[in-house]
Every structure is written in structure tokens, then in C-alpha cells.
């Protein structure tokens, strides 16, 4: 695209409502409008009427008795909304592979798919194959820690589309209490001696985004290590990444 086309497509409308924005900082973090119509070098009309849709639309605020324009908190939204367009896999892949380090533990990254799990990042630990999986792979649900907390999550009509009524009814109270307690746990219920904790990582909307999990078996951990041990690292890492997201509780 030629520079002229490229001038004929641009909305300058949009362009100095994104300058004004990007005026406000730790050094200014209030302005006037003739401060503002200066640093564009316009006249204080131009601005005018972009500050009033800013504001309208809940980006700006104007203080009564001083008439000063500063940013609200919802412009944040728009910086979440980029972190969470990353790639979630490369995001979470460091926070991954230091638990598998620390806990000696193979690490899963899931998201949910109709009523399946479906694995995005994984670390792997050598030599104990019934406990890993690879990137892509899907496993039911319902039979996982991961795919139980991804489901506890999710708005209650999505639920009823996966699910018929009988099957729904089976698993609501231990969906509430994963809810209430903020991980899930399981001990044998997919393969027997294979025990597994998982937490959730929500994004800026407080939505669910993936799930995070440790994988152990019974042979090469003691009786307590998956709760007293593996969990609380399991939900402190999940709770990172959730920040890193941009989701506040």
C-alpha cells in the first residue's frame, strides 16, 4: 500500500483519540484541555469532542472542580485484552517446566473442548511414560482433575449443552465444591496408582482459560506429597499466571 493510500484509509479520529491517551503517564497523570490540545498541537476544539467520547465511553474521567481528564482503570482492559491474545502456551511454558523441576513431577497445560480435554503445553518427566502426554492429545473430562476444574468453571448453560441431565446431576456437587476450594484432586479415577492436582488460570474477564496440573504415581511419591506438597505449588503457579493474564480477585 502506497503512503497516499495508506493517509486515505487512516481515521484520524481514531489516531488522536489513541495520542491523547498515550499523554497520560506517572510524570502527568492528569490534563487539562488546553494541555492536551497543546501537546497535539491543535486547537482546543479538536479535542474537545474525542475527550467527551473517551469519557462517555469510560475511558477517561473529568474531576468537577478542576476539569482535569485522567485515564479510569478500564483502559487496562485493552492491555489484558493483548496479553491475552499471546499465545498462552508460551506464556505458561516457564511456570510448566519450573514445577516439573521443583516437584520432580510431569506438568500439564489443558483448555477444554466439548467434553474433552485437550492438552496445549506439557513438561515431561523422563522414563515414567503413564504419566505423560503429548501436545494435542484429548482425554475425557470428567475422568481428570484438570478437565473436572475446567468444567467447574464454566457458565452453567455450556454445561448443559455438554452434558444431558442424569450426567450433569452426578458431578454438580463435586463441580460446586472444586469451585469453592479452587483445585480438584483426583487418586486413581483415569488409571490406577496415577494421581493428579489441578488448578485453574483465569483471564482479565475472570473467565477460565486453561488448566494447570501435576501428574504423580503411586510407586515414586509418598501417601501425602500430591496434597501437602504438590498442590500448593500447583495453585500459587496457576494464581501467576492468572495475574499475568490480568485477572484481580
Do not use: W
Not at 484541555?33 to 474521567?61: A, C, H, N, W
Amino acid at each position: 500500500m502506497s503512503d497516499s493510500d495508506k493517509e486515505k484509509y487512516s481515521a484520524n479520529s481514531l489516531v488522536r483519540g489513541l495520542e491523547i491517551l498515550k499523554l497520560f503517564n506517572e510524570e502527568t497523570p492528569t490534563l487539562s484541555l488546553s494541555e492536551i490540545s497543546k501537546s497535539l498541537g491543535v486547537s482546543r476544539t479538536v479535542p474537545y469532542r474525542l475527550l467527551y467520547t473517551l469519557q462517555s465511553m469510560g475511558y477517561l474521567d473529568q474531576d468537577e472542580n478542576t476539569k482535569r481528564y485522567s485515564l479510569t482503570p478500564k483502559v487496562l482492559e485493552i492491555g489484558f485484552a493483548y496479553l491475552s491474545s499471546l499465545k498462552l502456551p508460551e506464556i505458561a511454558q516457564p511456570y510448566i517446566e519450573k514445577l516439573r523441576d521443583e516437584l520432580g513431577t510431569s506438568c500439564h497445560l489443558s483448555i477444554l473442548d466439548d467434553q474433552e480435554v485437550v492438552y496445549i503445553g506439557t513438561a515431561p518427566v523422563r522414563h515414567v511414560s503413564m504419566i505423560n502426554v503429548n501436545i494435542g492429545a484429548r482425554l475425557p473430562a470428567r475422568a481428570l482433575a484438570n478437565g473436572r476444574v475446567l468444567l467447574a468453571y464454566q457458565p452453567e448453560g455450556r454445561l448443559t449443552d455438554k452434558f444431558n441431565k442424569s450426567d450433569l446431576t452426578s458431578i454438580q456437587k463435586e463441580l460446586e465444591s472444586i469451585r469453592k476450594q479452587g483445585y480438584a484432586i483426583t487418586e486413581g479415577d483415569f488409571l490406577p496408582g496415577v494421581h493428579s492436582a489441578a488448578a485453574p488460570i483465569f483471564d482479565y474477564t475472570g473467565s477460565i482459560k486453561a488448566a494447570l496440573n501435576v501428574v504423580t504415581s503411586e510407586p515414586l511419591f509418598h501417601e501425602n506429597f500430591l496434597e501437602e506438597v504438590a498442590l500448593p505449588k500447583v495453585v500459587e503457579a496457576a494464581k501467576e499466571l492468572s495475574n499475568h493474564l490480568g485477572y484481580k480477585k
